[in-house]
């Protein structure tokens, strides 16, 4: 399958502006008026294209294909990015396309980090005025290019659904028939964009241009991607955490036929077959020896005593308000909790996976990729060529959630090892289910430590609070945004409260570990949220105040989106402090989102029956897609806060394997969701991450108001014992 | 060994080890690439077919199974509840980042096919082995109740 072949094409002269006549496939006349849906684009690419900018494309078949320089892993960005260019070019929907950018960071670095990378929830927030401008830019051009061809004043131009219209004159063009003569224009400087009350697309629920092809198996992921003489390899990776490879024995595995080869690698033993099964059958084969001198023995119980008299300490200051020891000396009532989080994994439903195909002096890679620029370096580095002769095509993902994100490239340098040791040809790298639960990367291991106090008439006075857990950005590329030695992904979300406390004191107590750690879908607000909000539901309800009332008494002004979510939340779910309901509100990533779950108990064990969600993000430039990531959070978050930790046993090895051990959030356990968006004209903010962070807090209240029980220990249902 | 069997209505014949899970002689020998990888082990549906007209995880099917059995992927579906399930996903934007999308089509047909107006309940218990990470699944039930409607007439 030659899938990508003329993308390379098609996008090697567009870093320069103005392009560019490609070869013209015989196909692509056929693909033009394909129906009235936006959809994924096609690699065909036709002469007479206007590229005005990096980000557009205007084909003479009328189609505008957006090029999206972040990954699309479910969180609706070739809609989301597609629809800002269409509204600024007056575009039919139905015209638009969508596709990956190539890796360039010179052209397509996220704006938030300075490099091509997706994370953080950043996407939109990051993409929200670059694409306005690209789509504008390019609708200037074309109507410069009507303006000379109706030979009447641009300013007397008028540009709807794609046509390009002087009514005066009654003369009209498609954008498709101005292509050729827009590429003469010279691109404004600056170009204008729209007074947000002209909006047409933005804010409406414009179909998903990836939909047709999601829901019929035609859309493309890496492990899609088949080459001539392609190998398919798997690596026998270490049994423990920081252990590495002694010796192996491959005599067994070359026996099997379609095992073509096997070769030691940093990571491990590449097994090589002429297909999957083969790769399989042959890694099982292999007998290695490790050496373990390095490695984690503890066991997940033993990290966890230990974790915890960490926090009993104070840990590096990060929040010191005030004087919250004096405080609690002096408080009528006190309250204390220790808090419990495990490793999690991210398990995206299509595992890990790469292509790498080395040519005589250019390599080509597909993969899921989503930090482009320091995948990108890796491969180039590792394959031991410049990178401009490395070719990354970023490949839909089936999903990420996180793990494709890793400061280290640990995937992209092991796919690049275990192409190199091949040679020449294309290898496919395949982690199975099993790799990607054993492979790290966690959610990190977390144990809060809180002291609240109260006075006599139930104020709180006092909020004493210490985080150990291991830094995610220490040891990595990111630790740049690190200051004073503190790692703010460790206790984001807990920094500052949304609520007047006079005495706030937090501390971070950095734990080691060769566990690898990472952000899992809201990175610090998956163990801060819960903390913050189960103890605050937990005071209010100890100085006998009301969980939403009492809250929003200690909003000030500096929380008026907090309190709008919560109010609106209030209203949607009926509340009254009905027992079996639960409620919690976090700010992350810039967006406010507040949830109320309501929760039964099902012979022990909390059943999440409803959740109302209300978020404000900012211009709500696709609401569909904003619910459907506060659906998706929620669900995401709640499976993982019921039943999910990734376990270590006696000696340091990873207890669960595959998901028959760590346990899926199946249909019948997703509860009934209602999403209520909050107006705004703010600029956007995230929506992949901020919908998981007060779901787990939101059942734990419930759960407490319905049974009396805190759950001080995550997952809520004690996990099968291995 | 040589295996001959039906896939979307055509006869295929492939030489392969009679122990390789159809998955992946659907996919490496034949580049039916719809039927996706998710756990090897029959756990989470990203790989299911239909054998014989039920639902079949091909990951735990060895091919020497299927001989001269029909087997329909997602490249296949052709009946009217398949045209109303893909429809329906489509209708309300269903899928997030898709990856698993295929499985839960090839059940959602497969249990209107059997069922033209599934309860709640019987939607749970027939999508109860497709795993969906981006929790796409109050719309997978949104959108099965909506494709019944539409077969209804």
């Given at each position: 399958m030659t899938i990508h072949s003329n993308r390379r094409a098609f996008l090697?002269?567009?870093?320069?502006?103005l392009v560019i006549g490609v070869m013209l496939p015989a196909?692509?006349?056929?693909?033009?008026?394909?129906?009235a849906m936006a959809a994924l684009a096609t690699d065909e690419i036709v002469e007479g294209t206007f590229a005005p900018n990096a980000f557009v494309r205007v084909a003479p078949d009328d189609t505008v294909t957006v090029l999206i320089k972040h990954v699309e892993f479910g969180q609706g960005t070739y809609t989301g990015l597609s629809t800002l260019v269409a509204e600024e070019m007056d575009a039919d929907w139905g015209q638009m396309r969508a596709t990956s950018a190539p890796a360039d960071v010179t052209l397509y670095a996220n704006t938030a980090f300075g490099i091509q990378g997706t994370g953080g929830s950043t996407a939109m927030p990051n993409s929200y005025m670059q694409m306005r401008k690209a789509g504008a830019a390019a609708r200037a051009m074309l109507v410069s290019a009507a303006a000379d061809r109706f030979d009447v004043p641009a300013q007397e131009i008028t540009v709807s659904n794609g046509v390009v219209s002087h009514e005066a004159s009654g003369q009209s063009a498609r954008f498709g028939e101005l292509a050729e003569a827009a590429s003469q224009i010279e691109p404004p400087v600056d170009p204008q964009v729209k007074d947000a009350k002209d909006f047409a697309l933005v804010g409406t629920d414009v179909p998903k241009v990836d939909s047709r092809a999601k829901s019929d198996g035609t859309a493309q992921f890496t492990l899609d991607v088949y080459r001539d003489d392609m190998l398919t390899a798997m690596v026998v990776h270490?049994?423990?955490?920081g252990a590495t490879l002694a010796s192996h024995d491959a005599t067994d595995a070359l026996k099997i036929p379609g095992v073509v080869k096997v070769e030691a690698v940093s990571q491990g033993v590449a097994v090589y077959g002429e297909n999957t099964f083969a790769a399989l059958k042959g890694r099982a084969a292999i007998k290695a020896e490790w050496d373990?001198?390095?490695?984690?023995?503890?066991s997940t119980e033993q990290m966890m005593a230990d974790w915890a008299e960490a926090a009993e300490g104070d840990g590096k200051e990060v929040t010191n308000k005030g004087d919250a020891k004096a405080a609690l000396a002096e408080a009528a009532t006190t309250h204390e909790v220790t808090l419990e989080f495990p490793f999690l994994a991210h398990?995206?439903?299509?595992?890990l996976d790469a292509v790498v195909e080395i040519r005589d002096d250019e390599a080509e890679i597909w993969m899921g990729c989503q930090m482009q620029t320091m995948d990108h370096g890796a491969f180039a580095k590792v394959l031991g060529m410049p990178q401009d002769k490395v070719t990354l095509n970023t490949m839909l993902a089936g999903g990420s959630f996180g793990r494709r994100a890793t400061g280290d490239s640990h995937f992209a340098v092991e796919a690049a090892e275990v192409a190199k040791a091949r040679g020449k040809g294309a290898t496919k790298l395949l982690w199975t289910r099993e790799d990607d639960i054993r492979g790290g990367y966690y959610r990190p291991l977390t144990v809060h430590k809180m002291k609240g106090g109260l006075d006599a008439d139930g104020a709180i006075t006092a909020w004493d609070h210490t985080i150990a857990t291991q830094s995610i950005m220490a040891g990595t590329p990111f630790e740049m945004m690190m200051k004073d030695g503190l790692d703010p992904t460790a206790y984001e979300g807990a920094q500052e409260l949304p609520y007047a406390v006079p005495n706030h004191r937090l501390g971070w107590a950095q734990m080691e570990s060769p566990v690898s750690v990472l952000w899992w879908r809201s990175v610090g607000h998956t163990h801060t949220a819960y903390a913050v909000e189960t103890f605050i539901d937990e005071l209010l309800a100890k100085g006998g105040k009301d969980a939403v009332e009492g809250r929003l008494a200690l909003m000030g002004e500096e929380q008026a989106r907090e309190a709008a979510v919560l109010k609106r939340v209030a209203d949607m779910a009926g509340w009254s402090g009905q027992k079996g309901f639960g409620l919690a509100v976090a700010k992350s990533f810039n967006s406010y989102v507040a949830e109320i779950a309501e929760v039964e108990d099902r012979d022990g064990e909390p059943h999440i029956v409803n959740v109302w969600c209300a978020v404000d993000c900012g211009v709500a430039v696709n609401p569909n897609v904003i619910r459907a990531q506060m659906e998706g959070g929620i669900g995401y978050g709640a499976g993982a806060a019921l039943y999910d930790a990734i376990t270590l046993g006696e000696g340091g090895s990873v207890q669960q394997a595959n998901w028959d051990s760590y346990r899926m959030l199946r249909i019948g356990e997703m509860p009934n969701i209602e999403v209520s968006i909050i107006e705004s004209e703010a600029d956007p903010t995230g929506v992949g991450e901020p919908g998981t962070p007060p779901i787990a807090p939101a059942v734990a209240n419930a759960w407490r108001t319905l049974t009396?029980?805190?759950?001080?220990?995550?997952?809520m249902v004690p996990i099968a014992q291995v | 060994m040589a295996i001959t069997f039906t896939v979307n209505g055509e006869e295929r014949r492939v030489d392969v080890d009679p122990d390789t899970p159809l998955l992946w002689v659907l996919r490496d020998e034949l580049r039916l690439t719809g039927t996706k990888f998710g756990c090897g082990i029959a756990q989470c549906g990203a790989c299911t077919v239909h054998l014989d007209g039920t639902t079949r995880r091909s990951c735990v099917t060895p091919v020497s199974m299927v001989e001269g059995a029909e087997v329909t992927t997602i490249e296949g579906l052709q009946s009217p509840e398949a045209r109303a399930v893909q429809d329906a996903w489509v209708g309300i934007d269903v899928p997030q980042c898709g990856y698993c999308h295929s499985g839960q089509v090839m059940s959602a047909t497969a249990l209107l096919e059997g069922n033209p107006s599934p309860s709640d309940q019987d939607i749970d218990e027939a999508m109860a082995g497709n795993i969906c990470r981006c929790a796409t699944y109050h719309r997978i039930r949104q959108a099965i109740h909506t494709a019944a409607k539409t077969l209804e007439g």
């Amino acid at each position: 399958m030659t899938i990508h072949s003329n993308r390379r094409a098609f996008l090697k002269g567009t870093g320069a502006g103005l392009v560019i006549g490609v070869m013209l496939p015989a196909m692509a006349k056929a693909q033009q008026k394909s129906g009235a849906m936006a959809a994924l684009a096609t690699d065909e690419i036709v002469e007479g294209t206007f590229a005005p900018n990096a980000f557009v494309r205007v084909a003479p078949d009328d189609t505008v294909t957006v090029l999206i320089k972040h990954v699309e892993f479910g969180q609706g960005t070739y809609t989301g990015l597609s629809t800002l260019v269409a509204e600024e070019m007056d575009a039919d929907w139905g015209q638009m396309r969508a596709t990956s950018a190539p890796a360039d960071v010179t052209l397509y670095a996220n704006t938030a980090f300075g490099i091509q990378g997706t994370g953080g929830s950043t996407a939109m927030p990051n993409s929200y005025m670059q694409m306005r401008k690209a789509g504008a830019a390019a609708r200037a051009m074309l109507v410069s290019a009507a303006a000379d061809r109706f030979d009447v004043p641009a300013q007397e131009i008028t540009v709807s659904n794609g046509v390009v219209s002087h009514e005066a004159s009654g003369q009209s063009a498609r954008f498709g028939e101005l292509a050729e003569a827009a590429s003469q224009i010279e691109p404004p400087v600056d170009p204008q964009v729209k007074d947000a009350k002209d909006f047409a697309l933005v804010g409406t629920d414009v179909p998903k241009v990836d939909s047709r092809a999601k829901s019929d198996g035609t859309a493309q992921f890496t492990l899609d991607v088949y080459r001539d003489d392609m190998l398919t390899a798997m690596v026998v990776h270490p049994p423990k955490f920081g252990a590495t490879l002694a010796s192996h024995d491959a005599t067994d595995a070359l026996k099997i036929p379609g095992v073509v080869k096997v070769e030691a690698v940093s990571q491990g033993v590449a097994v090589y077959g002429e297909n999957t099964f083969a790769a399989l059958k042959g890694r099982a084969a292999i007998k290695a020896e490790w050496d373990e001198s390095g490695a984690e023995t503890r066991s997940t119980e033993q990290m966890m005593a230990d974790w915890a008299e960490a926090a009993e300490g104070d840990g590096k200051e990060v929040t010191n308000k005030g004087d919250a020891k004096a405080a609690l000396a002096e408080a009528a009532t006190t309250h204390e909790v220790t808090l419990e989080f495990p490793f999690l994994a991210h398990t995206p439903m299509e595992p890990l996976d790469a292509v790498v195909e080395i040519r005589d002096d250019e390599a080509e890679i597909w993969m899921g990729c989503q930090m482009q620029t320091m995948d990108h370096g890796a491969f180039a580095k590792v394959l031991g060529m410049p990178q401009d002769k490395v070719t990354l095509n970023t490949m839909l993902a089936g999903g990420s959630f996180g793990r494709r994100a890793t400061g280290d490239s640990h995937f992209a340098v092991e796919a690049a090892e275990v192409a190199k040791a091949r040679g020449k040809g294309a290898t496919k790298l395949l982690w199975t289910r099993e790799d990607d639960i054993r492979g790290g990367y966690y959610r990190p291991l977390t144990v809060h430590k809180m002291k609240g106090g109260l006075d006599a008439d139930g104020a709180i006075t006092a909020w004493d609070h210490t985080i150990a857990t291991q830094s995610i950005m220490a040891g990595t590329p990111f630790e740049m945004m690190m200051k004073d030695g503190l790692d703010p992904t460790a206790y984001e979300g807990a920094q500052e409260l949304p609520y007047a406390v006079p005495n706030h004191r937090l501390g971070w107590a950095q734990m080691e570990s060769p566990v690898s750690v990472l952000w899992w879908r809201s990175v610090g607000h998956t163990h801060t949220a819960y903390a913050v909000e189960t103890f605050i539901d937990e005071l209010l309800a100890k100085g006998g105040k009301d969980a939403v009332e009492g809250r929003l008494a200690l909003m000030g002004e500096e929380q008026a989106r907090e309190a709008a979510v919560l109010k609106r939340v209030a209203d949607m779910a009926g509340w009254s402090g009905q027992k079996g309901f639960g409620l919690a509100v976090a700010k992350s990533f810039n967006s406010y989102v507040a949830e109320i779950a309501e929760v039964e108990d099902r012979d022990g064990e909390p059943h999440i029956v409803n959740v109302w969600c209300a978020v404000d993000c900012g211009v709500a430039v696709n609401p569909n897609v904003i619910r459907a990531q506060m659906e998706g959070g929620i669900g995401y978050g709640a499976g993982a806060a019921l039943y999910d930790a990734i376990t270590l046993g006696e000696g340091g090895s990873v207890q669960q394997a595959n998901w028959d051990s760590y346990r899926m959030l199946r249909i019948g356990e997703m509860p009934n969701i209602e999403v209520s968006i909050i107006e705004s004209e703010a600029d956007p903010t995230g929506v992949g991450e901020p919908g998981t962070p007060p779901i787990a807090p939101a059942v734990a209240n419930a759960w407490r108001t319905l049974t009396g029980e805190r759950m001080a220990t995550l997952p809520m249902v004690p996990i099968a014992q291995v | 060994m040589a295996i001959t069997f039906t896939v979307n209505g055509e006869e295929r014949r492939v030489d392969v080890d009679p122990d390789t899970p159809l998955l992946w002689v659907l996919r490496d020998e034949l580049r039916l690439t719809g039927t996706k990888f998710g756990c090897g082990i029959a756990q989470c549906g990203a790989c299911t077919v239909h054998l014989d007209g039920t639902t079949r995880r091909s990951c735990v099917t060895p091919v020497s199974m299927v001989e001269g059995a029909e087997v329909t992927t997602i490249e296949g579906l052709q009946s009217p509840e398949a045209r109303a399930v893909q429809d329906a996903w489509v209708g309300i934007d269903v899928p997030q980042c898709g990856y698993c999308h295929s499985g839960q089509v090839m059940s959602a047909t497969a249990l209107l096919e059997g069922n033209p107006s599934p309860s709640d309940q019987d939607i749970d218990e027939a999508m109860a082995g497709n795993i969906c990470r981006c929790a796409t699944y109050h719309r997978i039930r949104q959108a099965i109740h909506t494709a019944a409607k539409t077969l209804e007439g």
